[in-house]
Nanobody
Framework: QVQLVESGGGLVQAGGSLRLSCTAS????????MGWFRQAPGKEREFVAA????????YYLDSVKGRFTISRDNAKNLVYLQMNSLQPEDTAVYYC?????????????????WGQGTQVTVSS
């Protein structure tokens, strides 16, 4: 049974940083592209970042480029999202997701497995 468990969310002031972690189990981790999505109150879930199986390929939502960094540790089945220069508009529940293969996928429907989400709140 595949499980994705996020951690690291919390409350931070604008301009601050947080690092989210996602631990995966029950899958051959390196065979999956891992992504981060977020959903703000009253809005649709949106793609944030993805990292291919080797971690060498990454892709970002335009509004987080230069501020967020996705990385992965295949030996530990972990994927991270380092978030710097956080702004109130980054407030959302952040979800970890996995899709089989190494293609950079941004659509929700293309992801096979999802975590339960972790809340990130950025105060102004």
């Amino acid at each position: 049974q595949v499980q994705l468990v996020e951690s690291g969310g919390g409350l931070v002031q604008a301009g601050g940083s947080l690092r989210l972690s996602c631990t995966a189990s029950g899958l051959t981790f390196s065979s999956y592209t891992m992504g981060w999505f977020r959903q703000a109150p009253g809005k649709e879930r949106e793609f944030v970042a993805a990292a291919g199986g080797s971690g060498g390929s990454t892709y970002y939502l335009d509004s987080v480029k230069g501020r967020f960094t996705i990385s992965r540790d295949n030996a530990k089945n972990l994927v991270y999202l380092q978030m710097n220069s956080l702004q109130p508009e980054d407030t959302a529940v952040y979800y970890c997701a996995g899709t089989h293969g190494w293609a950079m996928r941004v659509r929700i429907a293309e992801y096979d497995f999802w975590g339960q989400g972790t809340q990130v709140t950025v105060s102004s």
